[in-house]
């Protein structure tokens, strides 16, 4: 099983636009991560949420980790082509700080 | 300046070579990391070494043989290579494992293919 599930899998949407990236999970964590992947590069940390239900906001971007601290979600207003890329939320697993598991990732394109 | 770098960035080979991935960081990091992305891009691990001692190895074939020579660098042997080895091969580091204050730094990136 999938320790951390992602949805959408893939995000085709218009400029302007709103949308919404889930993480969830069965497991309980300590924290968790969300990175971008553009084309040719490796997966660069957006941000890290740690206490139940923390919001943090990047500039369009708003981070919410549940309550519960099994899932969370990323919230982007007004997408632009820049925000196109591979949104991939991560968590440490097996109670092991020398691995980081990821999600499956969601790919989103922001459309001119 | 390029804090984790890996070579070559492409790599082509016929199934059967064997091939070595590169990488270096230089942010002083104690911890460094392989990871696969798969066709589908997902990002799974393979090792993580920690001052050059292998802390984690997730079930991969012996095939695979990382190196630690020191701890700024981590490289990647392949033996006998087979269709299934094509993806990304990502390096990354940490500076002591991973904890809230410390996200993995991953390289660019080594696109594997193997005809």
């Known amino acids: 099983t999938q320790l951390l599930e992602q949805s959408p899998q893939f995000l085709s949407i218009q400029e302007g636009e709103n949308l919404t990236v889930y993480c969830n999970s069965s497991s309980v964590f300590s924290s968790l991560q969300w990175y971008r992947q553009e084309p040719g590069e490796g997966p660069v940390l957006l941000v890290t949420?740690?206490?139940?239900?923390e919001v943090k906001k990047l500039k369009r971007l708003t981070f919410q980790f549940g309550d519960a601290r099994k899932d969370s979600s990323l919230h982007i207003t007004a997408a632009q082509p820049g925000d196109t890329g591979l949104y991939l939320c991560?968590?440490?697993?097996?109670?092991?700080?020398?691995?980081?598991?990821f999600g499956k990732g969601t790919l989103l394109t922001v459309n001119p | 300046d390029t804090a984790v770098s890996q070579t070559p960035k492409y790599l082509v080979t016929q199934m059967g070579n064997d091939k070595s991935i590169k990488c270096e960081q230089n942010l002083g990091h104690d911890t460094m990391y392989w990871y696969k992305q798969d066709s589908k891009k997902f990002l799974k691990i393979m090792f993580s070494?920690?001052?050059?001692?292998?802390?984690i190895n997730e079930t991969v074939p012996n095939r695979f043989s990382p190196k630690s020579p020191d701890k700024a660098h981590l490289n990647l042997h392949i033996n006998s290579l087979e269709l299934g080895d094509s993806a990304v091969y990502f390096c990354?580091?940490?500076?002591?494992?991973?904890?809230?204050?410390?996200?993995?730094?991953f390289g660019n990136g080594t696109r594997l293919t193997v005809t």
């Open positions: 949420v740690v206490t139940g239900g």
């Open positions: 070494y920690n001052n050059k001692e292998l802390i």
């Open positions: 991560a968590a440490n697993s097996g109670g092991s700080n020398y691995k980081l598991t």
């Open positions: 990354a580091s940490t500076p002591s494992g991973i904890y809230v204050n410390s996200p993995l730094h």
